[in-house]
């Protein structure tokens, strides 16, 4: 195998600029018709809940298959080799556990937000506060941690300028938001994910088409190259303490992010949440299974030279092996789809942000619930406006800096502060306002206290010698001290009043009577 | 003669149902773990187990990675399977005397 020696990347082609303008022109389209059909706040935030299993399913893949997961996964997976496919198998868990303890309650239960849930039978202001600081901190990190990542993508793919990749994912973003709201973002989702996964197709199969389909031959050709160790396990998993922590925030985290599970909202009933969800990790899976094999191909046939000279991280494996494998013309498409995932996953975080401030905040607490609907509509507009040009700006200010811990940051904080209030709300009769209100405040900022006390912060970032807590990933401490601080509080708070009104939740809960 | 909401939730096939729920929830949550941190504990304990060849240079733990994934979706399909043939149908009973 002869590594390709050049690469047209970082440099705008014909046909990447083809590929980028019509996914533009086409998803812009889509949000011009989406728009007429947004006039309420339940077409705003819920696409009228009018969207089928499998279209969910579609969409909820397009919110979570990020850029990272891409491009990330495919990289780690040239360089370090199997360890890559170790990290792949963590961000598919979580689904399961979403189908099994989440998303029927959640739909049944809710209207907007997750906060519904919470909210259901205790004191509304309160909760509302609460749920929306664990709310758009979760987004807001997440946010960061994406716009970061995109803009250094968009630049090393077209060699745009960091700031202005910033400026054009938010304004595309938010005229697909502002205008077309969640039907529009819905369809952008699924387009995103119907092209994700139809070019990860297509390349494992090229790849393969070198290898006389047989993986076996691949992971041969990598062996000679490499050594047998890069089919191996590695270093990843070197403290099983640590790896059991990563794990519980990676699949609880899920079940606490407010962009995910804002999407249950957008299917008619609770069996099409649940259909919905097997769709999704079908999609997913199929995407990690797959995804591995681009990684050991761009190794391969690329080698690891050419893709550290590009990318220190790696991120340029999956464009650099579809130009050697396809040409300038793949290598503009992958590049496109590339730009679809990024800007699918924000538009999803900006709905999410601006649902938790103006139907959270401004409706629900300012408001009293007592908002028309005209001004309802209007509130998240603004919202998401505000939201939108936040996230540029945090985007630019957070240029070059290591944001790398802010995805586990965000998986943190979800499952600590969202995801124990969440499930205690559904299946806990005793639960109490306070419970809810602390079991909260305590995931939050212990899991961001830990964080930031954490090697990942502390040495990392703030260039410390030592860390205070040994533990990259506090969920373990952070989400069982959640769940601890929820029951304790609860039963010192009890309150027989909240407790009478767990049957009428119950018959929505668990027969759908009386479900939005 | 039609039920309360309250008569509905005393009565004994409500308890049924959603003690019937909660278990399959947590039957399929626990093999979830077993599957997931089992492959976990084989990287942290038995990483030679892992590297056994299974092709010319294959390794074992290729198909065990690709296992857990698919095993998981498995998991997904049991859970609806189960709430379409079971769990739905019960519900519409309790609907019905509403």
Redo the contacts between chains.
């Keep these: 195998m002869n590594p390709a020696a050049t690469t047209s990347i970082g440099t705008p082609t014909g046909s990447g600029v083809f590929f980028f303008i019509l996914i533009v022109v086409v998803t812009l389209g889509i949000t011009y018709w989406a728009a007429k059909r947004t006039k309420t706040t339940k077409e705003f935030y819920a696409a009228g809940r009018s969207v089928s299993a499998v279209q969910n399913g579609f969409a909820l893949a397009g919110d979570y298959m990020s850029a990272a997961s891409f491009l990330g996964i495919a990289g780690l997976v040239s360089l370090k080799g199997y360890d890559g496919m170790i990290y792949a198998t963590g961000w598919l868990v979580g689904w399961p556990a979403l189908m099994l303890l989440i998303a029927e309650p959640l739909r049944n239960l809710g209207k907007y937000t997750f906060a519904d849930v919470v909210a259901f039978r205790l004191r509304q202001t309160p909760v509302r506060i609460a749920a929306a600081i664990g709310g758009v901190i979760t987004v807001l990190t997440y946010t960061i941690a994406q716009m970061v990542g995109s803009g250094n993508l968009i630049k090393l793919l077209f060699g745009i300028p960091y700031e202005w990749a910033e400026i054009i994912v938010g304004a595309v973003m938010l005229a697909y938001v502002l205008f077309g709201g969640m039907i529009a973002t819905t369809w952008v989702q699924i387009i995103k994910a119907v092209l994700l996964l139809f070019g990860v197709t297509l390349l494992t199969l090229l790849v393969l088409g070198k290898f006389n389909f047989s993986p076996g031959e691949l992971y041969t050709a990598i062996a000679k190259q490499y050594g047998q160790a890069t089919l191996e396990p590695g270093v990843l998993v070197s403290s099983p303490l640590e790896a059991i922590s990563l794990g519980l925030a990676l699949m609880f985290g899920l079940l606490g992010l407010p962009h995910i599970l804002m999407r249950f909202y957008t299917v008619p009933d609770a069996k099409a949440a649940r259909t919905s969800v097997l769709y999704a990790t079908g999609f997913i899976g199929y995407f990690y299974c797959i995804i591995p094999i681009v990684g050991f191909g761009a190794a391969a046939l690329v080698g690891r030279d050419l893709i550290t000279k590009i990318d220190k991280g790696g991120n340029m494996a999956a464009p650099l092996v579809a130009e050697f494998l396809g040409g300038t013309p793949f290598l503009g498409f992958i590049s496109a789809v590339a730009f679809a995932t990024i800007l699918a996953v924000v538009a999803g975080l900006t709905l999410a942000g601006a649902s938790a401030l103006s139907h959270d905040i401004y409706v629900s607490v300012v408001k009293k619930g007592s908002a028309t609907e005209k001004e309802q509509v209007k509130v998240a507009k603004v919202a998401t406006l505000i939201f939108g040009v936040f996230a540029v700006l945090l985007g630019i200010v957070f240029k070059g800096q290591n944001v790398a811990f802010m995805v586990g940051l965000t998986f943190s904080i979800a499952c600590s502060a969202n995801f124990p209030a969440l499930f205690l709300s559904i299946v806990w009769k005793k639960f109490t306002t306070m419970g809810a209100v602390w079991s909260i405040l305590v995931g939050t900022f212990l899991s961001l206290t830990m964080i930031i006390l954490s090697p990942t912060v502390w040495v990392d970032v703030f260039k410390n010698k030592e860390a205070i807590i040994g533990l990259k990933n506090p969920a373990i401490v952070s989400m069982t001290a959640a769940f601890v601080v929820g029951y304790v509080v609860s039963i010192l708070t009890a309150d027989t009043e909240v407790e009478k009104k767990y049957v009428g939740q119950n018959v929505r809960n668990y027969l759908g009577v009386g479900a939005e | 003669m039609p039920k309360s909401?309250?008569e509905?939730?005393v009565s004994n096939e409500?308890r049924q149902?959603?003690k019937k729920?909660?278990s399959v929830?947590i039957v399929?949550?626990i093999l979830?773990f077993v599957?997931?941190?089992g492959?976990?504990?084989l990287?942290?304990?038995a990483?030679p187990f892992?590297?056994i060849k299974i092709?010319?240079?294959?390794?074992l733990?290729?198909p065990i990675?690709?296992a857990?994934?698919?095993l998981?979706?498995l998991?997904?399909?049991g859970?609806?399977y189960w709430?379409?043939a079971s769990y739905?149908p019960d519900?519409q009973k309790?609907?019905d005397q509403?």
């Design positions: 909401a309250q509905i939730i409500f149902l959603v729920r909660w929830s399929l949550l979830l599957i997931y941190y492959y976990i504990l990287i942290a304990y990483k892992l590297a092709g010319e240079y294959t390794t733990g290729i990675g690709v857990v994934i698919v998981a979706w998991l997904t399909v859970y609806v709430a379409n739905d519900v309790l609907k509403m």
